[in-house]
């Protein structure tokens, strides 16, 4: 196990609106407001999402459309290179109660979306892995 501390240097609420896709709308903001890394969590509404799952060799995706409840999700903010790689999985949920869950890849908000994001005083980065393939964390 690694770990790394951080202090915490702000809170950031940010409400998304109809339309808007919400990995490219957060890479914005964290671009625009110098944002080094975070921890982030949201809900809200999409009509449509993009997930991946990871089976240890590449990223498999599938597509969910429709009505569907963001009802969670987590993850958080780090750097790989020069770009802000926004790391959020989440569930969503239809009418039936049906739910879907990975790596939030693409999601277009269908009414708002609510996001918390906890700014962290140090930069936090990514790196390739040479044993999994992944960008992890440089912890």
């Not at 995706?61 to 770009?83: C, D, I, M, P, Q």
């Not at 999601?107 to 992944?134: Q, W």
């Amino acid at each position: 196990m690694k770990t790394s501390q951080f202090k915490i240097e702000g809170v950031h609420i940010i409400r998304l609106e109809t339309g808007e896709e919400i990995i490219r709308t957060l890479q914005e903001h964290v671009q625009n407001s110098n944002i080094k890394g975070a921890s982030i969590s949201g809900l809200g509404s999409v009509n449509q999402v993009k997930l991946a799952l990871y089976d240890g060799k590449q990223y498999n995706t599938f597509s969910v459309k429709g009505k569907l409840e963001l009802s969670t999700a987590v993850g958080n903010v780090a750097w790989l290179n020069e770009t802000p790689v926004i790391h959020l999985h989440v569930v969503v949920s239809d009418i039936e109660g049906r739910c879907w869950a990975g790596h939030l890849v693409k999601g277009n908000v269908s009414f708002t979306a609510e996001f918390v994001l906890y700014e962290f005083s140090e930069d936090l980065k990514r790196e390739r892995d040479a044993n999994t393939g992944l960008n992890l964390l440089t912890v």
